[in-house]
């Protein structure tokens, strides 16, 4: 199972940034994507994650600026983040839950929101 993330980089507050997690190599089906964070010194945080029938969930201080979305076709779950804060500055990992609820991780990807 390979988890590729891209999108990640420096931003300055309010801007936007898009990150990407292609999935490959999964033998069963997708049951949930989703993106979590850590911050240096704080434990892993769940961010956003989309179940397989469509539904979201979001953490509290996202809501309204982050946007989930999953294009099937390509196993691939992208997370949209705008009026970005500096409290937002983490590693961003992907993570896939299969339907026998094996959970795959990504590598992460660096989120720094600073002027």
């Known amino acids: 199972v390979q988890l590729v993330e891209s999108g990640g980089g420096l931003v300055q507050p309010g801007g936007s940034l898009r990150l990407s997690c292609a999935a490959s190599?999964?033998?069963?089906?997708?049951?949930?994507m989703g993106w979590y964070r850590q911050a240096p010194g704080e434990e892993r945080e769940m961010v956003a994650v989309?179940?397989?029938?469509?539904?979201?969930n979001y953490l509290d201080s996202v809501k309204g600026r982050f946007t989930i979305n999953i294009d099937n076709a390509k196993n691939t779950v992208y997370l949209q983040m705008n009026s970005l804060k500096p409290e937002d500055t983490a590693v961003y990992y992907c993570?896939?839950?299969?339907?026998?609820?094996?959970?795959?991780w990504g590598q992460g990807t660096l989120v720094t929101v600073s002027s």
């Open positions: 993570r896939v839950t299969d339907t026998l609820n094996l959970v795959h």
């Open positions: 190599g999964i033998i069963f089906s997708i049951k949930s």
């Open positions: 989309i179940i397989s029938g469509g539904s979201s």
